[in-house]
């Protein structure tokens, strides 16, 4: 379901994970990334959520950050991400979370009227940014070590 979700993204090409890669980081000890999939009635897997635990200063609260949300074709319209949805959010009540957090691309307009449907609301004033691959590297050569 990665390599769909990428592909549905328009990102196949970025996906290098493996199936030992996810193996590895998501049944690690400690767990430091967590996965639910929904199953259909004939056993199918109908969707799936990763998720991991960020934090916010400002509540002093861990919160939920969900990393993808994905729903097979032949499932979507069933109900199957609201009720992924509404288990992360479970688990942010039951913990006492305070927040349940994630992207949408800015083309998928069927996610975002979902989203909204369930009273998620798009953060507008807060900007993503990403380091990888050379910058990281260059980053990370910047850190200087007392010693």
Do not use: K
Not at 5 to 19: G, K
Not at 36 to 41: K, L, P
Not at 97 to 102: G, H, P, V
């Amino acid at each position: 379901m990665v390599r769909e979700l990428a592909d549905y993204e328009r990102a196949l090409t970025e996906v290098v994970a493996t199936e030992e890669h996810l193996r590895r980081t998501l049944f690690a000890e400690p767990p430091a990334v967590f996965g639910h999939v929904a199953e259909a009635a004939d056993g199918r897997l109908a969707g799936m959520a990763v998720w991991f635990l960020n934090y916010s200063t400002w509540l002093g609260t861990h919160n939920v950050y969900l990393e993808d949300l994905y729903v097979r074709p032949d499932f979507r319209g069933a109900g199957v991400g609201g009720q992924l949805l509404r288990t992360l959010a479970a688990i942010c009540v039951d913990r006492g979370y305070d927040r349940l957090e994630w992207w949408v691309l800015d083309w998928n307009e069927s996610a975002r009227a979902f989203y909204a449907s369930i009273g998620a609301q798009a953060l507008t004033e807060w900007i993503p940014y990403r380091v990888t691959g050379a910058a990281l590297r260059r980053l990370a050569g910047e850190v200087v070590t007392s010693g």
